[in-house]
């Protein structure tokens, strides 16, 4: 088994800064790309960034050069930090995990981001 806890989340103004985290723990050998994705009230969740094992990251359009994904192996910690919030960003925040051997996909319980004056 493994999971995947979130936590970071909470009430931002405009223009203001956050960092979520993602402990893994268990069998976290069967993890290989980790991600996070967010979903707003009526909307679809949606890819936010994503990271590899090698460090590759990819991020969404709407984020780019304002979020940064980063994987701390040694501590099987991922990342997202935040910077220029927008209310457009208000959303729960979800840590995804790629696992292997069998391939499944993991998800924490979701982290809320709050972005208002």
């Known amino acids: 088994q493994v999971q995947l806890v979130e936590s970071g989340g909470g009430l931002v103004q405009p223009g203001g800064s956050l960092r979520l985290s993602c402990a893994a723990s268990?069998?976290?050998?069967?993890?290989?790309?980790m991600g996070w994705y967010r979903q707003a009230p009526g909307k679809e969740r949606e890819l936010v960034a994503s990271?590899?094992?090698?460090?590759?990251?990819n991020y969404a359009d709407s984020i780019k050069g304002r979020f940064t994904i980063s994987r701390d192996k040694a501590k099987n910690t991922l990342f997202l930090q935040m910077n220029s919030l927008k209310p457009e960003d208000m959303a729960v925040y979800y840590c995804?995990?790629?696992?292997?051997?069998?391939?499944?996909?993991?998800w924490g319980q979701g982290t809320q981001v709050t972005v208002s004056s």
């Open positions: 995804n995990a790629e696992l292997l051997w069998p391939r499944e996909l993991l």
């Open positions: 990271i590899t094992t090698g460090g590759s990251t």
């Open positions: 268990g069998r976290i050998f069967r993890i290989n790309a």
